[in-house]
């Protein structure tokens, strides 16, 4: 097992890294860590607060990226971007997020990661 990638490290850094250290079988399954990091550089982005939200809380669209290594740094990278920019237009004050591939549910194949975001103004 590898160990943990700082995260000091610039984001394309870190999700190289996690390209190699979270793979299982041909798919990565990222650990809880990275969806910490990727909360912290989209709070770094956006100003917003990283926080516990109740369940009435505003949601965007959901996405996927995949979890092919090969596309995972592009993707997330993207989804980052986006989901900083939506965040920004909203006028967020706060968000959560989620950033799991649900290999387990018989409804995914495991090639993809899903990520949500809710968030309040």
Known sequence: MQPTPSNNLP??????????????????????????????????RTGCSLATLTPDAKEL????????PQGFIGETLN?????????KEEKASNFEMR????????????DQILVGVRYLT
């Open 61 to 68: 669209p959901r996405m996927c990226v995949s979890a092919e």
């Open 99 to 110: 950033f799991v591939n649900p290999q387990g549910d018989p409804q995914w194949w495991g």
């Open 11 to 44: 984001i394309a850094e870190y999700l190289s890294s996690i390209a190699k250290r979270d793979i299982e079988g041909r798919y990565i399954c990222p650990k809880a860590d990275v969806q910490t990091r990727l909360a912290q550089e989209i709070e770094r």
């Open 79 to 87: 989804a980052i971007e986006k989901i900083s920019a939506a965040l």
